[in-house]
């Protein structure tokens, strides 16, 4: 089955690295994404992750995939009070026309200052 | 940078009212889509579109319709809005890279409350 699973809360101070884990279930899955949705706000792309990759760095993002044990994590470098949001993962499963985006339940990312 | 709007940021509609929400894009993507987001359920696809006039259904498609007459354009219906349509209703659209690889931009979304 499709099911993408993420933990509700994450509390860290300013500066700190946040980790944010997410798992998925279906390994057919071609890309996995990260998004971003502020308060009120629609979802923003963050980065996304081939499937065939370990790891992709963009500035203060790493994206660290085990595609054997199906766990994506994000690790937000020197976190700052900016970064408080909600964080979506979502596996692209392929087919047809379009791929089908399976997201997960969000996680809040809440930072201290 | 792609552009998808929504035509309203907040609706209050009463039990049975026929709604309308609107979404435009303006990077002449191909596939378009509907999604609503609850507390704890994440995002639900409720229908979406790979071309004018074409249509799928989604995961929670009832009580829902859509009608995608131009390219740019996805409208989300409502027939009888109940309260348990109460959500957040989200529109994206994306095409689909010949590598595969897919990017659905989303909307600022819509916040719908029915009464």
């Known amino acids: 089955g499709e099911d993408v699973e993420q933990s509700l809360f994450l509390s860290v101070r300013e500066g700190d690295s946040s980790v944010i884990n997410c798992t998925y279930t279906d390994s057919s899955s071609t890309y996995l994404y990260w998004y971003k949705q502020e308060p009120g706000a629609g979802l923003q792309l963050l980065t996304y992750?081939?499937?065939?990759?370990d790891m992709k760095q963009d500035q203060r993002l790493t994206v660290l995939l085990n595609k054997k044990d199906k766990h994506l994590s994000l690790r937000i470098a020197d976190t700052q009070t900016g970064d408080s949001a909600i964080y979506f993962c979502a596996e692209a499963l392929a087919g047809g026309a379009t791929n089908k985006l399976i997201f997960g339940t969000g996680t809040l990312l809440a930072v201290q200052p | 940078d792609v552009k998808v709007t929504q035509s309203s940021r907040y609706l209050v509609k009463r039990t049975g009212e026929k709604v309308f929400l609107e979404c435009v894009q303006d990077m002449d993507h191909e596939n378009m889509f509907w999604y609503r987001q609850d507390p704890g359920l994440g995002l639900r696809l409720i229908y979406f579109s790979y071309d004018v006039k074409m249509k799928e259904k989604g995961d929670i498609p009832e009580g829902y319709s859509v009608s995608r007459e131009k390219k740019e354009r996805f409208s989300l219906i409502l027939e009888s809005a109940s309260t348990n349509q109460t959500s957040m209703y989200l529109c994206?659209?994306?095409?689909?890279?010949?590598?595969?690889?897919?990017?659905?931009?989303f909307g600022p979304g819509t916040r719908l409350l029915v009464l």
């Open positions: 992750i081939f499937s065939n990759m």
């Open positions: 994206a659209s994306s095409f689909l890279s010949r590598g595969g690889q897919e990017t659905q931009y």
